[in-house]
């Protein structure tokens, strides 16, 4: 398992499975390239004051529901690529 810090809107899977919103303005994930079937990504937010992430829908790539914010580094969302789409498994952003 390898921690990635990001500061993007697209994460490439195929880095590892923790990856860590370094970023400095709130950015809404667009894409995730990368990763095998059957994978599990792990997203957390950031401690930037006034700084979120969001992953919400995104067609044929990612399915979450109802969009989640992820405030602090404390928040995170868990993604499973099923079918060649990633898939919210769980999220605890409050």
Request: no cysteine; glycine share 12%.
């Amino acid at each position: 398992t390898s921690d990635i810090d990001f500061s993007s809107d697209d994460i490439n899977a195929s880095l590892g499975n923790l990856f860590r919103y370094t970023g400095g303005a709130s950015e809404t994930l667009d894409s995730i390239s990368g990763g095998s079937e059957g994978k599990v990504i792990r997203i957390y937010g950031t401690d930037a004051s006034g700084v979120d992430f969001t992953v919400a829908n995104v067609a044929d790539q990612i399915v979450v529901g109802t969009s989640v914010v992820l405030g602090t580094s404390a928040h995170y969302i868990e993604l499973v690529k099923v079918d060649g789409i990633w898939r919210k498994t769980i999220s605890v952003n409050s």
